[in-house]
């Protein structure tokens, strides 16, 4: 060997393969080859410093603060029956809520379209003053 001064062995104590670049854990701070840096790969004793996983209530998707040592399942079930602001009723809100006030039409829309004439409140196709037979001023409707 040329340079044997170069490298490190891994720590992984299965593998102990000169490495001549070698990665240093940022969790436990061994030296490891590229098979065995991850957590996982050499088990490491210190993984829960960097690994940290913030759990989110599924019914209001608010990050829920585990302690260390805690069941990330329970203390979203403690949130969900005491501090969840989840509100049903706001899934359920209706968008289409003006409805159209010719007769015959069940047609709603999402904003208020307004007679300039006579005031109502009509969906896109009877919107105009020709369309829903306005008779809400005496001036000429158009002005062809």
Request: charged share 30%; hydrophobic share 25%.
């Amino acid at each position: 060997m040329e340079l044997p001064w170069l490298g490190e062995h891994c720590s992984e104590r299965t593998c102990k393969q000169l490495d001549f670049l070698p990665l240093k854990c940022d969790a436990c701070g061994e030296v490891f080859c590229k098979d065995h840096i991850r957590y996982d790969d050499h088990k490491c004793s210190s993984a829960y410093k960097k690994n940290v996983q913030v759990p989110v209530c599924p019914l209001c998707n608010t990050p829920i603060p585990v302690q260390k040592g805690e069941i990330p399942d329970i203390v979203v079930g403690a949130h969900i029956d005491k501090d969840c602001k989840y509100n049903p009723a706001q899934q359920k809100q209706k968008i289409f809520t003006n409805k159209c006030v010719k007769p015959g039409c069940k047609r709603k829309e999402m904003m208020k379209l307004v007679c300039e004439q006579c005031g109502g409140s009509f969906c896109i196709k009877h919107r105009h003053p020709l369309d829903h037979d306005c008779r809400g001023s005496s001036q000429p409707i158009s002005k062809a």
